[in-house]
């Protein structure tokens, strides 16, 4: 996403309206801990890339959420279902 300028602004403005903070740990995301992109709705289901379907996490925690079999959690504006 961030190869394109229109990619690098939407990065931004997502990162921007979290604080800078990833929804699951709750830690700043830094160029050093780098980040992924989630679809709250994933693309496979019918989701999109609106900035209303994406959440910037950590790589870790982004594993993590997918990793996930049960239960369902609220994570920023998403709520996730596994």
Request: with cysteine.
């Amino acid at each position: 996403m961030k190869d394109n300028l229109h990619g690098y602004d939407k990065l931004l403005k997502l990162w921007f309206n979290q604080d800078g903070l990833c929804p699951l740990c709750g830690e700043k995301i830094t160029r050093e801990t780098g980040w992924h992109l989630h679809h709250c709705v994933w693309l496979v289901n019918g989701g999109d890339d609106a900035m209303a379907n994406l959440t910037v996490m950590h790589p870790t925690c982004h594993m993590q959420l997918h990793a996930r079999t049960t239960g369902a959690k609220s994570i920023g504006r998403c709520t996730v279902s596994s």
